[in-house]
């Protein structure tokens, strides 16, 4: 398991030990683009899902709030997404970016989740406060740092299956306890910027309340192997 803690916009704190850590995937509201990422995605030798949207379990211990990934070659990237996080007091929801093994990618998308973590923002939102006006919230990604960063994702959550959607799938399937975080899929990335960059952030930004949450991490590559 992975401690993972919040700060809330009226100073308090909430603390969760997370004992359930679920990937969704291919989970666009509109199927008809889901379906046609799919193909495009079979093109590069990714598999399909059997149904969409999916939801893939990744071993709790990734979800982390670190602001290091270490990485094993040069094919990996983030995915900009929100985060639902059950607590004893409610459902939390903050901005995470989901860091891909694109190589194993190839040889089974559950696998390629529990390769590398899920990275989560250290500020998050309770969901009540910004239900009625979640498709408004932009989402964001950016590969690179300082004068080199560049926006690789641009959308709202408008784009994604909301997490009322996907409380409710919990509840079907009695997980919808304290403890379960929930990883929202991605959305698409701009044509013509490389993902597989030395850092990536996420912003989700509220234009109500003019509130930004943020997850940043640099990718560092580990040392070669011996044997």
Same mark, same amino acid.
């Given at each position: 398991m992975s401690t993972l803690r919040f700060t809330l916009p009226d100073g308090s704190a909430e603390t969760v030990e997370v004992t359930r850590l679920l990937n969704a995937g291919y989970a666009g509201r509109e199927q008809s683009e889901v379906q046609a990422h799919i193909a495009e995605l079979a093109e590069l030798g990714v598999p399909g899902p059997t149904t /969409?949207?999916?939801?893939?379990?990744?071993?709790?211990?990734?979800?982390?709030?670190? /602001?290091?990934?270490d990485v094993q070659h040069g094919r990996t990237s983030g995915e900009a997404e929100w985060a639902l996080v059950i607590t $004893?007091?409610?459902? *939390?929801?903050?901005?995470?970016?989901?860091? /891909?093994?694109?190589? *194993?990618e190839v040889h089974g998308v559950a696998w390629?989740?529990?390769a590398s973590p899920d990275v989560l923002g250290t500020r998050a939102w309770r969901l009540d406060d910004v239900r009625d006006h979640l498709?408004?919230?932009?989402?964001?990604?950016?590969? !690179?740092? !300082?004068d080199s960063r560049q926006l690789?994702? $641009?959308s709202t959550l408008g784009a994604?299956? /909301?997490p009322d959607y996907w409380l409710d799938v919990l509840a079907e399937r009695d997980l919808a306890t304290p403890g379960t975080v929930l990883i929202s !899929?991605?959305?698409?990335?701009?044509p013509g910027v490389d993902q597989f960059a030395d850092s990536w952030s996420v912003e989700m930004h509220d234009p109500t309340t003019g509130d930004t949450l943020e997850a940043a991490y640099r990718v560092v590559p580990m040392p070669a192997p011996i044997g």
């Amino acid at each position: 398991m992975s401690t993972l803690r919040f700060t809330l916009p009226d100073g308090s704190a909430e603390t969760v030990e997370v004992t359930r850590l679920l990937n969704a995937g291919y989970a666009g509201r509109e199927q008809s683009e889901v379906q046609a990422h799919i193909a495009e995605l079979a093109e590069l030798g990714v598999p399909g899902p059997t149904t /969409t949207p999916a939801l893939y379990p990744v071993s709790p211990y990734l979800a982390s709030q670190a /602001t290091e990934v270490d990485v094993q070659h040069g094919r990996t990237s983030g995915e900009a997404e929100w985060a639902l996080v059950i607590t $004893d007091s409610g459902v *939390l929801l903050t901005v995470a970016c989901d860091h /891909t093994d694109r190589a *194993l990618e190839v040889h089974g998308v559950a696998w390629s989740k529990n390769a590398s973590p899920d990275v989560l923002g250290t500020r998050a939102w309770r969901l009540d406060d910004v239900r009625d006006h979640l498709d408004e919230i932009t989402l964001r990604g950016y590969v !690179g740092s !300082g004068d080199s960063r560049q926006l690789i994702q $641009d959308s709202t959550l408008g784009a994604l299956l /909301t997490p009322d959607y996907w409380l409710d799938v919990l509840a079907e399937r009695d997980l919808a306890t304290p403890g379960t975080v929930l990883i929202s !899929g991605t959305v698409a990335m701009l044509p013509g910027v490389d993902q597989f960059a030395d850092s990536w952030s996420v912003e989700m930004h509220d234009p109500t309340t003019g509130d930004t949450l943020e997850a940043a991490y640099r990718v560092v590559p580990m040392p070669a192997p011996i044997g």
